[in-house]
């Protein structure tokens, strides 16, 4: 029987922790992006440590000596993994306290825009008593990990997890093949818009329900965070022979992508057109198609032209392109948005 048990870990203080950063797992499958915390937000968490004020709780998966032995880990961070690296990047000098900090002990004390190494050298004892802060770490063992991840999502349920974190948290076959994908190089290297907090995880997941529903309803659906989820969810522990069909399926289309777009292409610039152009690029593949990088500039100038033209004259516009353009701009998860921009595309690209 599964069990979870929980405990302070002991003489948890801030240099204890960094000096043992090597024996903790950062990013476990369950966590979700680092960096995406404000300036103002770290200087704040450092404030609040350097002022003696409480801060959250931070939770651990503490191994037992089997899985430490085996891992040549001690912990993985279930939650807290900002706090965490925001001390740490305090302490590796990437950034400062902030021009307004004020040293609540003593205010004749001016701190303000110092570094942790300017504490080292003007104020000794106060970088002591930052490295001698205790933080307020629970460990937390457990046979199963299904039961961490579960922990994870309801200890951020009260934080805005985005729809591509929590889904991350559900953990399980279809969740893997979305990481697994996500680290195509269609997306390490085409794709412009960065992965903060699981945008390559979110496009990675359409190309995979695109695929599911075809199996399951021979037709597209919507690629709403409600098919998503659902898609995770069933595909969590069983049908792992399909997830990997569907998984191999996707990789090779973006293969065919990835030859075909430039590094870090603004083609690529945005989310709403990535299900459009894995449909696109899947159509002329099964007509013995290439598709040319330069053909897809054209389109796009056609578009841009088009929108230009018709501020003018506006009854003597291409209505097709005005469309395009139109629904390009909203609802592009809507299964009838994605049909109407894939056919007038594939009119002027394929057809």
Same mark, same amino acid.
């Given at each position: 029987?599964?069990?979870? !048990?929980?405990? +302070?870990?002991?003489?948890?203080?801030?240099?204890?922790?960094?000096?043992?950063?090597?024996?903790?797992?950062?990013? +476990?499958?369950?966590?979700?992006?680092?960096?995406? #915390?404000? +300036?103002?937000?770290?200087?704040?968490?450092?404030?609040?440590?350097?002022?003696?004020?409480?801060?959250?709780?931070?939770?651990?998966?503490?191994?037992?000596?089997?899985?430490?032995?085996?891992?040549?880990?001690?912990?993985?961070?279930?939650?807290?993994?900002?706090?965490?690296?925001?001390? #740490?990047?305090?302490?590796?000098? %990437?950034?400062?306290?902030?021009?307004?900090?004020?040293?609540?002990?003593? +205010?004749?004390?001016?701190?303000?825009?110092? =570094?942790?190494?300017?504490?080292?050298?003007?104020?000794?004892?106060?970088?002591?008593?930052?490295?001698?802060?205790?933080?307020?770490?629970?460990?937390v063992v457990t046979d199963d990990l299904d039961l961490i991840e579960d922990m994870f999502f309801r200890?951020?349920?009260?934080?805005?997890?985005?729809?591509?974190?929590?889904?991350?948290?559900?953990?399980?076959?279809?969740?893997?093949?979305?990481?697994?994908?996500?680290?195509?190089?269609?997306?390490?290297? %085409?794709?412009?818009?960065?992965?903060?907090?699981?945008?390559?995880?979110?496009?990675?997941?359409?190309?995979?329900?695109?695929?599911?529903?075809?199996?399951?309803?021979?037709?597209?659906?919507?690629?709403?965070?409600?098919?998503?989820?659902?898609?995770?969810?069933?595909?969590?522990?069983?049908?792992?022979?399909?997830?990997?069909?569907?998984?191999?399926?996707?990789?090779?289309?973006?293969?065919?992508?990835? %030859?075909?777009?430039?590094?870090?292409?603004?083609?690529?610039?945005?989310?709403?057109?990535?299900?459009?152009?894995?449909?696109?690029?899947?159509?002329?593949?099964?007509?013995?198609?290439?598709?040319?990088? =330069?053909?897809?500039?054209?389109?796009?100038?056609?578009?841009?032209?088009?929108?230009?033209?018709? !501020?003018?004259?506006?009854?003597?516009?291409?209505?097709?392109?005005? !469309?395009?353009?139109?629904?390009?701009?909203?609802?592009?998860?809507?299964?009838?948005?994605?049909?109407?921009?894939?056919?007038?595309? =594939?009119?002027?690209?394929? !057809?």
């Amino acid at each position: 029987m599964s069990y979870i !048990e929980t405990n +302070p870990v002991q003489h948890a203080t801030i240099l204890r922790i960094y000096s043992e950063r090597d024996e903790i797992i950062v990013d +476990p499958d369950y966590q979700r992006k680092g960096g995406v #915390w404000t +300036p103002e937000k770290k200087q704040l968490l450092i404030d609040s440590i350097l002022n003696n004020y409480d801060i959250p709780k931070i939770y651990f998966h503490q191994f037992d000596r089997v899985e430490k032995n085996k891992i040549g880990k001690s912990f993985s961070i279930i939650d807290g993994k900002q706090r965490l690296e925001t001390i #740490w990047g305090f302490i590796e000098g %990437k950034f400062c306290l902030s021009n307004d900090f004020e040293y609540q002990d003593n +205010p004749e004390i001016i701190l303000a825009g110092l =570094s942790y190494n300017d504490l080292a050298k003007e104020f000794p004892k106060i970088k002591i008593k930052f490295d001698s802060f205790v933080l307020p770490i629970i460990g937390v063992v457990t046979d199963d990990l299904d039961l961490i991840e579960d922990m994870f999502f309801r200890l951020n349920e009260a934080v805005p997890l985005n729809s591509a974190e929590k889904r991350n948290a559900f953990g399980g076959n279809m969740v893997k093949a979305i990481r697994d994908l996500s680290q195509h190089r269609f997306f390490t290297e %085409k794709v412009k818009f960065k992965d903060t907090r699981y945008q390559h995880f979110e496009v990675s997941a359409r190309f995979l329900l695109v695929e599911i529903s075809n199996i399951e309803h021979s037709k597209l659906i919507d690629t709403k965070k409600v098919y998503l989820d659902s898609m995770a969810k069933k595909y969590r522990t069983e049908n792992s022979k399909i997830v990997n069909k569907v998984l191999d399926v996707v990789e090779m289309y973006l293969d065919i992508m990835s %030859k075909c777009f430039t590094e870090k292409d603004h083609l690529l610039r945005t989310q709403g057109s990535m299900v459009m152009y894995y449909l696109l690029f899947k159509s002329a593949d099964k007509k013995n198609i290439v598709i040319k990088r =330069s053909t897809l500039i054209d389109f796009e100038n056609k578009v841009k032209n088009n929108r230009y033209f018709a !501020e003018q004259k506006y009854e003597s516009a291409d209505y097709d392109l005005l !469309e395009f353009d139109r629904l390009a701009q909203h609802g592009t998860n809507d299964v009838s948005n994605i049909k109407e921009r894939l056919r007038i595309i =594939s009119e002027y690209i394929i !057809e």
